[in-house]
């Protein structure tokens, strides 16, 4: 059976498992060893060559994930952006790049790119006429992220894919909301998808990974900018995080479909102004989601009722947790005004529709019913103030 047939279960499961010859055990065996043989042998391993048996066998699983021919694994997700980001830019290069991204990845472009020499341009709006605005005849790579944080904007994939193939400019995306349950935009025709294994592939807050997807040819140009920068992921984690992708799927799916049912459910509720959610009709890119994402993902954003604080309506849920990060088993929610976007002026907030309102909610497997009696236990405690 070749990967592209097979199930993402089954994936998650077995592909990249590597066999214990040895002693028959169930699971991969670790590979600790920083050193391996020399002489007469095909490959030269060394843990910092993103090579070693454990890194090798798991980029083959989330490659056969992202439906593409090859992955690197690194040590986070800021790893994996940086180092694609310098395989593909060099001085004079110019990057274009959506307004709405994650907060990391602004300050790395901004931080970095004026000591490489390397120009940018922040789109307007995540439309593809304002992609297409900011290409300059210098620019080398588009990069995208969709769905994007905190507000669920949802950018084309295909027509970004074709502007980019058009423009003979490569094409980025940032995967890591949506993860490969629910969108796989190599088919779409992006160049290359990389991941906050942090979040969905580590999936219980315990992990810091990052990874990239593409041909061959794209993994072989990160790969050479990689063994300079050197940001691979000790073994131990790279095991661990094996451990955790064999129940990926089970677990975002559980995790999109709790999200669905809180979406519609707080979108009636009637203590909360708006939900953005792209799987609800009311959302502006309601379509285009459906139609690029295999479900709508498990991360949404709700504006309280102007009248309810909403950071102490945090303080008083339960059993959701406020935290910083994402995309664990557990529900967590956080106030992105004062976390991701919290470097903003409240001027550019107001700008891109980041209210004091707005709470950001990352669900988890619980059962729907006890996140919603925490959600209206916090509410009714808030109110009656
Ligand atoms: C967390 C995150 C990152 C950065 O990943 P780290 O593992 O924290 O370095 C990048 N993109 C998105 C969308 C994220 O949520």
């Known amino acids: 059976m070749t990967n592209k047939k097979m199930g993402i279960n089954t994936i998650c499961t077995h ?11 169930a699971v991969s065996p670790m590979y600790l060893s920083s050193s391996y043989e020399f002489l007469d042998v095909d490959v030269k391993r060394y843990p910092r060559y993103f090579n070693t048996p454990n890194q090798e066998y798991l980029s083959k699983k ?48 901004k931080e970095e790119f004026p000591k490489y020499g390397i120009e940018y341009t922040f789109t307007n709006g ?18 995208i992220e969709t769905p994007s944080n905190p507000l669920l904007t949802i950018t084309d994939i295909k027509a970004i894919s074709k502007l980019g193939k058009a423009k003979n400019i490569l094409t980025s995306i940032d995967n890591t909301f949506a993860s490969p349950v629910n969108q796989n935009p190599i088919d779409l025709g992006v160049d290359m998808v990389m991941h906050s294994a942090t979040k969905y ?27 300079n920068l050197g940001g691979s992921l ?9 451990r ?54 498990a991360m949404l954003s709700f504006e309280l009722k102007d009248d309810l604080d909403a950071l102490e309506f945090q303080k008083q849920l339960k059993l959701i947790k406020s935290s910083m990060s994402l995309a664990g088993v557990e529900s967590t929610m956080i106030s992105p005004h004062l976390t991701s976007h919290a470097l903003l002026t409240q001027e550019e907030r107001d700008k891109v529709g980041i209210s004091n309102q707005l709470v ?7 059962d729907v019913k006890d996140l919603k009696s925490d959600i209206d236990q916090a509410i009714n405690k808030i109110s009656k103030k």
């Open 15 to 25: 592909i990249g498992e590597i066999k214990d010859e040895q002693f028959k055990g």
């Open 62 to 109: 989330i490659a056969a994930l992202e439906r593409t021919e090859s992955a690197l694994i690194f040590s986070s997700g800021m790893a994996a952006i940086s180092h694609m980001f310098l395989a593909f830019l060099q001085k004079g290069d110019h990057l274009v790049v959506q307004n709405t991204l994650y907060g990391g990845t602004v300050n790395f472009i």
């Open 126 to 143: 995540y439309k593809v006429e304002d992609f297409e605005a900011a290409i300059q005849p210098n620019t080398k790579l588009i990069h």
């Open 201 to 227: 592939f580590g999936g219980h807050s315990d992990i810091c990974a990052g990874a990239v997807a593409g041909s061959e040819e794209i993994i072989e140009r990160i790969w050479n900018v990689g063994k």
């Open 234 to 242: 000790s073994d131990m984690t790279v095991w661990m995080l094996e």
């Open 244 to 297: 955790s992708m064999k129940t990926l799927g089970l677990r975002v799916k559980t995790q999109t479909k709790n999200a669905m049912k809180m979406a519609k459910w707080l979108n009636k509720h009637s203590q909360i102004s708006k939900v953005y959610y792209p799987g609800l009709k009311s959302h502006p890119e309601y379509k285009l989601a459906k139609s690029q994402m295999t479900g709508f993902g």
């Open 360 to 366: 950001r909610f990352s669900v988890g497997i619980e």
